[in-house]
């Protein structure tokens, strides 16, 4: 079974995108902030990341940079699971190293739709 971190400051964005994620039979580990995300991608090596973009500390794209810098998780796919929809926010996101982007709202099935082109 393979193991998503999910990113998102927003503790009930957290528990739906979980609880979707577990429901397409996935396991999943949450961090409320990138910096806390950061740490776990290293100490679990998950098999992908869905982060939101905006977040206080360290928002989305940093945590993306940070997570291509380092050797132990540069090989994680990352999917940005947010609010922002211009063409911009994609093609930045795209160049910090996103490999999928999903709109909120957002149902169940465009989720599991992404999480399945990047992991299969």
Do not use: H
Not at 40 to 48: G, R, W, Y
Not at 64 to 92: E, G, H, L, Y
């Amino acid at each position: 079974m393979k193991t998503i971190l999910v990113v998102d400051d927003i503790k009930a964005e957290l528990k739906l995108i979980s609880g979707y994620l577990q429901q397409g039979g996935y396991d999943t580990i949450t961090a409320i902030n990138g910096q806390e995300a950061l740490e776990k991608a290293v100490e679990t090596k998950p098999d992908l990341i869905i982060t939101d973009l905006v977040m206080p500390e360290m928002n989305g794209l940093t945590l993306c940079r940070q997570v291509k810098k380092n050797t132990t998780t540069a090989d994680i796919p990352i999917i940005a699971c947010t609010s922002k929809n211009r063409d911009v926010d994609r093609s930045w996101a795209k160049k910090q190293g996103v490999a999928a982007y999903i709109v909120k709202p957002f149902t169940k099935e465009e989720l599991i739709d992404a999480v399945k082109s990047i992991t299969n």
